[in-house]
């Protein structure tokens, strides 16, 4: 992982520079956490092959791959510039930057640029498909910026993070035009609790010295491990009733839990395999689905 980050760096735009700046702050490691759900959506929505890269299928993919990661990030950094200078992982030599008031205007227009952005799909989309869309964008706001900023509040910020299924739920909503089964919705919800709560275990000490609470400094490193595991074990169950090859690809993530425990990995380390994980099980959902659609 860390000599494919430096590979990365050598050929990406310096983050010196104005669109190297943003490039880095949407966090590229992730891009596919708010891409990948499009992909699915589109994949166990479609009816024929053809329907994989028709027009809006293609565009939100386009928007959720860069200008929604710079929205969700960019307002994340914005609220989050006092308690950065105190996370290990926005340091000079980290794999983040770290927002400064040098790009302080840049950061807050280009977050407003990629929520009008959004605008463009209210003609192309089904109501339907723009509620989830306005979930996605104001649950992306909230949970960063006052007055609720919910990531300051314990299991308030793990369940507001349900937002990173619902760019699968806009793209399976405008390809099928209804919404996706309400099981695999809420499976996908309560999976995506699980993901954020696991990527805040790195920031425990960091978010307690800035006085932050959230669902890891509330439970410490160890039992927000078991909430994890909890959330994960309890989507794959969820995933299960739905299909039971989708809760067999579920169950990879309490099993990953169980692995770090038993192997007593540094969670600090088994945090940057994670954008690996999400991408080898994606791609076995989106497999999965367009077998079903061209031969189930």
Same mark, same amino acid.
């Given at each position: 992982?860390?000599?494919?980050?430096?590979?990365?760096?050598?050929?990406?735009?310096?983050?010196?520079?104005?669109?190297?700046?943003? =490039?880095?702050?949407?966090?590229?490691?992730?891009?596919?956490?708010?891409?990948?759900?499009?992909?699915?959506?589109?994949?166990?929505?479609?009816?024929?092959?053809?329907?994989?890269?028709?027009?809006?299928?293609?565009?939100?993919?386009?928007? =959720?791959?860069?200008?929604?990661?710079?929205?969700?990030?960019?307002?994340?950094?914005?609220?989050?510039?006092?308690?950065?200078?105190?996370?290990?992982?926005?340091?000079?030599?980290?794999?983040?930057?770290?927002?400064?008031?040098?790009?302080?205007?840049?950061?807050?227009?280009?977050?407003?640029?990629?929520?009008?952005?959004?605008?463009?799909?209210?003609?192309?989309?089904?109501?339907?498909?723009?509620?989830?869309?306005?979930?996605?964008?104001?649950?992306?706001?909230?949970?960063?910026?006052?007055?609720?900023?919910?990531?300051?509040?314990?299991?308030?910020?793990?369940?507001?993070?349900?937002?990173?299924?619902?760019?699968?739920?806009?793209?399976?909503?405008?390809?099928?035009?209804?919404?996706?089964?309400?099981?695999?919705?809420?499976?996908?919800?309560?999976?995506?609790?699980?993901?954020?709560?696991?990527?805040?275990?790195?920031?425990?000490?960091?978010?307690?010295?800035?006085?932050?609470?959230?669902?890891?400094?509330?439970?410490?490193?160890?039992?927000?491990?078991?909430?994890?595991?909890?959330?994960?074990?309890?989507?794959?169950?969820?995933?299960?009733?739905?299909?039971?090859?989708?809760?067999?690809?579920?169950?990879?993530?309490?099993?990953?839990?169980?692995?770090?425990?038993?192997?007593?990995?540094?969670?600090?380390?088994?945090?940057?395999?994670?954008?690996?994980?999400?991408?080898?099980?994606?791609?076995?959902?989106?497999?999965?689905?367009?077998?079903?659609?061209?031969?189930?």
């Amino acid at each position: 992982m860390a000599d494919i980050a430096d590979q990365l760096r050598r050929l990406a735009p310096s983050e010196q520079s104005a669109v190297g700046y943003l =490039f880095w702050l949407s966090r590229p490691r992730f891009w596919l956490y708010l891409a990948g759900p499009v992909i699915v959506g589109v994949v166990y929505a479609a009816d024929t092959p053809e329907e994989f890269v028709q027009p809006i299928a293609v565009a939100l993919f386009a928007y =959720f791959l860069v200008p929604a990661n710079v929205f969700l990030y960019g307002i994340n950094d914005i609220f989050d510039a006092d308690i950065d200078r105190l996370n290990p992982k926005k340091a000079a030599e980290g794999r983040e930057v770290r927002y400064g008031d040098r790009r302080g205007w840049h950061v807050v227009g280009a977050v407003g640029i990629a929520a009008a952005l959004a605008g463009v799909f209210l003609p192309a989309l089904s109501r339907d498909a723009l509620l989830a869309l306005a979930g996605f964008l104001l649950l992306g706001a909230a949970y960063s910026a006052p007055p609720l900023r919910l990531k300051t509040t314990p299991f308030l910020d793990s369940a507001s993070n349900g937002l990173y299924v619902l760019p699968g739920v806009v793209a399976y909503a405008a390809v099928a035009g209804a919404y996706p089964p309400l099981l695999a919705v809420a499976g996908g919800w309560i999976w995506a609790m699980g993901m954020h709560t696991f990527s805040a275990i790195p920031d425990i000490e960091p978010d307690r010295r800035a006085g932050i609470r959230t669902t890891a400094t509330a439970l410490g490193a160890s039992r927000t491990l078991v909430y994890c595991a909890g959330c994960w074990l309890l989507a794959a169950v969820l995933m299960g009733l739905v299909h039971p090859a989708l809760g067999a690809v579920f169950l990879v993530y309490p099993a990953f839990v169980a692995v770090i425990v038993a192997v007593d990995i540094d969670i600090d380390r088994a945090y940057w395999w994670f954008p690996v994980l999400n991408t080898l099980a994606g791609t076995v959902l989106t497999l999965m689905g367009i077998w079903e659609v061209r031969y189930g």
